[in-house]
């Protein structure tokens, strides 16, 4: 069976197509914003939400540059998003421990401000993005981006309130480590489902040649 064979119904297509756009100019403007706000704040964890915001916005550019391909190579490109959230999750750890060894304290106004305001863009985005969660790999990745980072922003938000009450960084730290974890499940979960795509294209193939598996 061909790539073409195995990709989803071109209204699907269009309909998957016209929100990655949406979500493309959410997360490009959504980034900018955070950076401004984090570097203004010293808060880490808006440094690694806009961080989150330009991944997931080369992501969506990614996904539709494959959109129009087969099964195949919407999996691989879901593999490269899912080892991209794992190296995500993981410099957000390394960054929190050097400013909770640094011990900044952030700016918990503009924390709580630019929190806010991320959630609602990235609810929107989830909103429109809920029924394709359950599509192949390359879908449920884009998805699964989404949902954490409005998880996160709630975080965010909480974090603001707990620098704002302690008069800590250590709400900070905490949810930085929150958002990694988030990211390292994800990817776990989009790798493992992506594999699995590839590894049955290529019996599919396999059995379309008329070789043995």
């Given at each position: 069976?061909?790539?073409?064979?195995?990709?989803?119904?071109p209204?699907?297509?269009?309909?998957?197509?016209?929100?990655?756009?949406?979500?493309?100019?959410?997360n490009?403007?959504?980034?900018l914003v955070?950076?401004?706000g984090?570097i203004?704040?010293?808060?880490?964890?808006l440094?690694?939400?806009a961080?989150?915001?330009?991944?997931?916005?080369?992501n969506?550019?990614?996904?539709?540059?494959?959109?129009?391909f087969g099964?195949?190579?919407?999996?691989?490109?879901?593999?490269?998003?899912?080892?991209?959230?794992?190296?995500?999750?993981?410099?957000?750890i390394?960054?929190?421990?050097y400013?909770?060894?640094?011990?900044v304290?952030?700016?918990?106004m503009?924390?709580?401000?630019?929190?806010?305001?991320a959630?609602f863009?990235?609810f929107g985005?989830?909103?429109?993005?809920?029924?394709?969660?359950?599509?192949?790999?390359n879908?449920?990745s884009?998805?699964?981006?989404?949902?954490?980072?409005?998880i996160?922003?709630?975080?965010?938000?909480?974090?603001?309130l707990?620098v704002?009450g302690?008069?800590?960084?250590?709400?900070?730290?905490?949810?930085?480590a929150?958002?990694?974890?988030?990211?390292?499940?994800?990817?776990?979960s989009?790798?493992r489902?992506?594999?699995?795509?590839?590894?049955?294209?290529?019996?599919?193939?396999?059995?379309?040649?008329?070789h043995?598996?």
């Open positions: 069976m061909s790539e073409q064979c195995c990709a989803p119904p209204t699907q297509d269009r309909r998957f197509k016209r929100v990655l756009w949406i979500a493309l100019v959410v490009l403007g959504m980034f955070e950076i401004g984090g203004a704040s010293d808060s880490t964890s440094l690694a939400d961080a989150d915001f330009f991944g997931d916005a080369t969506y550019a990614i996904s539709l540059w494959v959109l129009p099964l195949a190579w919407r999996a691989r490109a879901a593999l490269i998003k899912g080892i991209s959230m794992a190296v995500y999750g993981a410099s957000v390394a960054y929190a421990l400013n909770l060894f640094s011990q304290v952030p700016e918990a503009t924390m709580g401000a630019i929190g806010t305001l959630f863009a990235n985005v989830a909103v429109l993005l809920y029924r394709f969660r359950s599509g192949d790999a879908m449920r884009v998805w699964l981006c989404t949902r954490n980072d409005a996160g922003n709630l975080a965010v938000i909480a974090a603001a707990g704002f302690t008069q800590t960084g250590w709400p900070d730290y905490i949810v930085a929150i958002m990694a974890t988030l990211a390292l499940t994800a990817s776990v989009v790798i489902r992506a594999r699995a795509e590839l590894r049955g294209e290529v019996l599919e193939e396999q059995d379309a040649h008329g043995m598996h």
